[in-house]
């Protein structure tokens, strides 16, 4: 095989893949689904008013059952207390079944109404066998009615706030939500605190000292949550790629183009079947990532400069044809351009440019097949050869290209692979 310049054309099919990190939808769904744990947290059935209420309920039970287990002896002259005896087992049974914070505060308000009248009415100033710190305890709940009753209504209006936000809700919105929870806390913080001082003055603090503990530590965590949810909301408004989900997702396509290849090799030792060439080169090509709305298509450049080492394994030499048959293998140095479609979205979205190249390493390996002629020109004492031949091979790419860096998305590209058949011609 002689050595000179040479020049080789081809079509290329290849993958490509596209990374994406949509850190802003990610975040945005994190905020929403935030937002509705903590507030249902704090407003719905396991929430502030739940844990006040069934605490409260239990204390009244208790004492409830101490009057009763104290007046077992009383006889039926007493009538509120005949009666109070009977209701005590019916309110213990619907308290079991629902713990529906609603059902239980009005529960709790029918039996702090009937606790109080029964140790407020007595005839004998005995308060019906009750224990002064259990009266103390019923007084203050009963006094404290109007706290549970304003919870009751600030949770509804919290819960019905949350059935407003989904992905869609503004900054705004959510942070006149927050402050809203923030507010229900400071107040839920406030009454109920004012609740345990009044029961501590009463006489009953340590009795319920745990379970006041329970409810501020409770208070405390929500105030830690909704301290987050206001830093999570200053980068609420950060753009990102709607068409994609949260998270990180891959996009994939087929490539299709062409390559161009202009070059010098040379042969050495006395076989003249290893050699070496050097070239610059140019590959097109064409790709559609993912399918329907969230399709991209791109546009792909790459340029640069190879070196292959050659090595011709098989030879057959004709009169005046011969044909060598070889390997080949190399390294490619080269810039690479992406034209996407997503370029114009990140410019409007995002008020920054993306980065369309980068460089590029890539092997470069294949098989080639090599033709060679002479024409004797009949008038002449000359003759030329005719060098031409075939090659197969696969390029592969070993750099991904980052083609948006921001706070709310990453995107980066990167062809995977690239098959191609060249038809060569030498000079």
């Known amino acids: 095989e002689d050595d000179g310049f040479y020049m080789g054309v081809g079509y290329q099919i290849g993958g490509a893949q596209q990374n994406?990190?949509?850190?802003?939808s990610t975040l945005r769904n994190n905020v929403i689904d935030d937002f509705r744990q903590v507030g249902v947290g704090m407003a719905g059935g396991n929430g502030l008013l739940a844990l006040a209420t069934n605490t409260t309920m239990d204390a009244l039970l208790g004492i409830g059952n101490q009057i009763v287990n104290t007046n077992t002896t009383v006889g039926n002259n007493n009538a509120e207390l005949t009666q109070f005896k009977k209701i005590l087992p019916q309110i213990e049974q619907r308290f079991e079944t629902n713990k529906n914070a609603y059902s239980v505060q009005a529960l709790q308000v029918y039996l702090s109404n009937v606790l109080y009248n029964l140790v407020n009415n007595s005839n004998n100033g005995s308060n019906n066998g009750v224990v002064p710190e259990y009266v103390g305890i019923i007084k203050?709940?009963?006094?404290?009615?109007?706290?549970?009753s304003l919870l009751a209504t600030e949770s509804v209006a919290l819960l019905n706030a949350l059935t407003r936000v989904n992905l869609d809700s503004s900054?705004?919105?959510?942070?006149?939500?927050?402050?809203?929870?923030?507010?229900?806390?400071?107040?839920?913080?406030?009454?109920?605190?004012?609740?345990?001082?009044?029961?501590?003055?009463?006489?009953?603090?340590?009795?319920?000292?745990?379970?006041?503990?329970t409810i501020s530590d409770r208070i405390a965590t929500y105030q830690e949550n909704l301290k987050q949810l206001g830093g999570m909301l200053n980068n609420y408004d950060e753009p990102y790629l709607p068409q994609f989900g949260p998270g990180t997702s891959s996009q994939h396509g087929v490539i299709n183009g062409f390559g161009i290849q202009v070059g010098y090799k040379q042969f050495f030792g006395s076989k003249r079947n290893i050699g070496l060439r050097y070239y610059a080169f140019f590959d097109y090509g064409f790709t559609q990532l993912g399918s329907l709305s969230s399709a991209v298509k791109a546009n792909i450049f790459t340029y640069g400069a190879g070196t292959d080492f050659l090595w011709n394994i098989f030879r057959r030499v004709f009169s005046d044809q011969s044909l060598n048959v070889g390997v080949f293998g190399g390294i490619q140095i080269a810039g690479n351009t992406w034209d996407s479609s997503l370029r114009?979205?990140?410019?409007?979205?995002?008020?920054?440019?993306?980065?369309p190249t980068n460089f590029q390493f890539l092997f470069n390996l294949g098989l080639r097949a090599h033709f060679a002629s002479t024409m004797h020109r009949r008038f002449l004492s000359a003759s030329q050869s005719i060098q031409h031949g075939m090659e197969f091979g696969v390029k592969i790419p070993a750099i991904n290209q980052r083609y948006l860096k921001a706070n709310g998305a990453d995107v980066d590209y990167r062809r995977l692979y690239a098959f191609y058949i060249n038809y060569t011609i030498g000079f």
């Open 344 to 355: 114009g979205q990140i410019e409007n979205s995002f008020k920054e440019y993306p980065t």
């Open 171 to 213: 900054s705004v919105f959510l942070k006149g939500l927050l402050a809203q929870m923030q507010l229900f806390n400071d107040t839920s913080s406030a009454k109920l605190g004012q609740i345990a001082e009044n029961l501590k003055n009463g006489g009953a603090g340590s009795m319920l000292q745990k379970d006041v503990k």
């Open 20 to 24: 994406i990190n949509n850190k802003g």
């Open 140 to 148: 203050v709940l009963y006094g404290s009615q109007s706290e549970f």
